[in-house]
């Protein structure tokens, strides 16, 4: 074992560093040598132990590292993140993904709001519930495609503004697998307000009142279903559930929402 700096050490090829008691700007820094040596090849892991809060863990980072929180990451973590993947053992706060490029989020537990904002690439995926605004902003970018899977419930405005990629929520119940029946809809109001591209996939109807007045419900084709095994079958992956409780025959009980137009506020302006 060698000490490369306070907090932190490296064996078999494994960085681990101790989040105890640091100020957000000091464990970032941390973090960025950390990933710095794993995309020399000298470090392919990363884990963080006794996180508690600290903001921006992992932003802006780049390259193929594998980085383990275990804690509770605090707002913008992975924000502008461009490659590597992060596995969260505890809850996220705000914020998580914001503005993320490509690579991969796994979050064992719920998230606040605004997860994945503006991201336009790579995944993001959540065991539990997650707040407002969640996906809002999201764009495909040129060979980008962002994924989101969200295996609980979700506050109002999910995919607001949404102008690309997928939103994927199962709705369901953390204790047996099964899907929410008296803990309210699987997402708040206004789904979808202001929705210019992209899909959400709903494991469950919703109320029309619930969703915002620029999308539409369609039926599922033959790419919505091989999208939906794929990205499901990674959450059953990442989260230990069996995916035969979760996709029924010919898809059943799944709802798709796309937008009606790719410019829903076109007439409000005058040329």
């Not at 932003?59 to 490659?83: R, W």
């Not at 790419?223 to 959450?235: E, G, Q, R």
Request: glycine letters at 16%.
């Amino acid at each position: 074992m060698k000490d490369l700096k306070d907090n932190t050490t490296i064996k078999q090829n494994i960085i681990t560093i101790d989040a105890a008691g640091l100020h957000y700007r000091k464990l970032n820094e941390k973090v960025k040598f950390a990933v710095s040596e794993c995309n020399t090849g000298k470090c392919p892991h990363i884990i963080i132990n006794n996180v508690l809060g600290q903001r921006y863990i992992g932003d802006g980072i780049k390259g193929e590292a594998l980085i383990t929180v275990n804690g509770t990451p605090g707002n913008d973590m992975a924000v502008f993140m461009d490659g590597p993947q992060i596995e969260v053992f505890g809850n996220g706060q705000d914020g998580i993904g914001n503005t993320m490029n490509s690579g991969r989020i796994i979050i064992h537990g719920d998230c606040g709001d605004i997860l994945g904002y503006s991201m336009r690439g790579g995944e993001i995926y959540v065991k539990g519930n997650v707040g407002w605004r969640s996906g809002i902003h999201i764009k495909s970018y040129l060979d980008k495609f962002p994924v989101i899977v969200i295996g609980g419930k979700a506050g109002a405005f999910l995919g607001e503004y949404m102008a690309g990629g997928i939103i994927i929520l199962l709705g369901l119940d953390m204790g047996n697998g099964t899907p929410f029946n008296n803990s309210g809809t699987i997402a708040g109001n206004y789904v979808g307000t202001g929705m210019h591209g992209g899909t959400i996939f709903l494991r469950g109807d919703i109320e029309e009142y619930n969703l915002g007045k620029e999308v539409a419900r369609l039926p599922l084709d033959d790419n919505d279903t091989k999208l939906l095994k794929t990205y499901i079958s990674n959450y059953c992956n990442y989260f230990n559930f069996d995916k035969s409780k979760i996709i029924r025959q010919d898809f059943k009980g799944f709802l798709k929402l796309a937008p009606f137009s790719h410019r829903p506020y076109g007439k409000l302006y005058s040329y």
